[in-house]
Nanobody, 123 residues
Framework: QLQASGGGLVQAGGSLRLSCAAS????????MGWFRQAPGKEREAVAG????????YIADSVKGRFTISRDNAQNTVTLQMNSLKPEDTAVYYC??????????????????WGQGTQVTVSS
C-alpha cells in the first residue's frame, strides 16, 4: 500500500515536499516513481528511485528543481519540489513497480499506486 501526502497550494517560486509512505509489503527491489497528471493531459513521469541502491531518475521538465530521495527506516520516498511553476500544477501520484530502470517513465510498468495528492501553483 502506498500513501501520498504533502500537496497543497503554493505561489510560483515556492516549494513543496511530497511524501509516499509504503506499507504492507516489501518494495526493496522495486522502483518507486512519482507521476503527475494535469486536467486533459496524459500522466507524466516526474522522478523515480530504486528502493535499493543509489539510482535516481528525473524528468527533463523538472531537472534542477525537483529531487527524489528515500528513507529506508521510515519506508518513505520524498519528492522535494523547488522553484515551482504554474505548469507544475497537477495531481501527483506515487507508484511502485518491479521494473527495469529503463522503464521508469512508463506508468504501465508500475503495479502499486497511491492515491493522488493535488499540487496547485498560482502565478
Amino acid at each position: 500500500q502506498l500513501q501520498a501526502s504533502g500537496g497543497g497550494l503554493v505561489q510560483a517560486g515556492g516549494s513543496l515536499r511530497l511524501s509516499c509512505a509504503a506499507s504492507g509489503r516489501t518494495f526493496s527491489s522495486y522502483v518507486m516513481g512519482w507521476f503527475r497528471q494535469a486536467p486533459g493531459k496524459e500522466r507524466e513521469a516526474v522522478a523515480g528511485i530504486r528502493w535499493s541502491g543509489s539510482s535516481t531518475y528525473i524528468a527533463d521538465s523538472v531537472k534542477g528543481r525537483f529531487t527524489i530521495s528515500r528513507d529506508n527506516a521510515q519506508n518513505t520516498v520524498t519528492l522535494q519540489m523547488n522553484s515551482l511553476k504554474p505548469e507544475d500544477t497537477a495531481v501527483y501520484y506515487c507508484a511502485a513497480g518491479g521494473l527495469r530502470s529503463s522503464s521508469w517513465r512508463d506508468h504501465t510498468s508500475y503495479t502499486y499506486w497511491g492515491q493522488g495528492t493535488q499540487v496547485t501553483v498560482s502565478s
